[in-house]
């Protein structure tokens, strides 16, 4: 981390758990814990929790977000949800092209960075996230990969609204396996994706943005993790769900 160039953000991306009323519960418990926290938390929850976990947060120094969006802002898609019904209800972050919204719902490069611009023009924050197959990594390409899939994502957002751009590097390998890459992986990965964003918009902006590291962040190794320069915190799946640990690794990223 480097605190004083860039924000450092905790985010829980629950997927597909909880309900409304466990969500309310969730974020009445979480508040107190996390109320000293230096760093951005963020809870991404299923779109039927948000309701629930806006009224829970407020007063508090948590901030809701989706898991996802459509890229048009109205129409015949039935069952997708547009930016601007999320910014309506408050909702302040938009994850993107999460590894499993690639993989089981055909999402690519430029159907995030269609989803990127239209979350940014309704006001959202993006958590953009990026990541390599372990195929990819074993043929030593995840660098060009996740700088390829930055840029692509990125396509025609200007350098201003940078500003509301975080980028979460997952390794999909790491990705709720238990696995995780280590510090050093995950600070050279970090380092590419950061690169990739210089390369287009210059390395004074580059320095500000955040990139967070995903793949079984935990209580144990957040630390190590969150240690590394380029590591501006995390995104966190299976460890968010539970408030010991989510909160033990907000104090990580707050130290
Ligand atoms: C995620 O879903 O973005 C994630 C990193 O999950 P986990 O922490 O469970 O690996």
């Known amino acids: 981390m480097n605190t004083q160039l860039r924000r450092t953000v905790i985010a829980g ?41 806006i009224e829970a947060a407020k007063g508090t120094n948590i901030k809701i977000g989706a898991q996802n969006i459509h890229f048009e802002p109205k ?25 499993e919204r ?25 958590i953009l996230c990026v990541g390599e197959h372990k195929e990819q990594r074993l043929q030593g390409v995840t660098n060009e990969l996740v700088g390829m899939q930055t840029k692509i994502a990125l396509q025609n957002v200007k350098a201003e609204d ?6 979460a590097y997952e390794p999909v390998w790491a990705i709720g396996t238990g696995l995780t890459a280590t510090a050093e992986q995950a600070d050279e990965t970090n380092g590419a994706v950061r690169a990739a964003v210089a ?38 799946g299976g460890a968010s769900l539970k408030v010991p640990d989510f909160t033990s690794i907000v104090k990580s990223a707050s130290k």
């Open 13 to 53: 991306n629950w997927k597909m758990n909880k309900t409304p009323s466990e969500t309310t519960a969730f974020i009445k418990e979480l508040a107190p814990c996390v109320a000293d926290a230096t760093c951005d938390v963020v809870c991404c929850v299923p779109y039927v929790c948000l309701q629930n976990a």
């Open 75 to 99: 129409g015949a898609y039935t069952g997708e949800i547009a930016a601007d019904m999320l910014n309506d209800l408050g909702v302040e972050y938009v994850i993107i092209g999460h590894s």
């Open 102 to 126: 690639r993989q089981y719902f055909a999402e690519t490069d430029e159907t995030c960075n269609k989803k990127v611009l239209a979350a940014l023009a309704a006001g959202l924050k993006v």
């Open 162 to 167: 940078l500003k509301n751009v975080i980028i």
């Open 199 to 236: 390369d287009v918009y210059g390395k004074d902006v580059a320095e500000t943005v955040t990139i967070q590291y995903g793949g079984s962040m935990n209580a144990g190794n957040a630390d190590e993790l969150l240690a590394k320069y380029h590591v501006d915190g995390g995104l966190i």
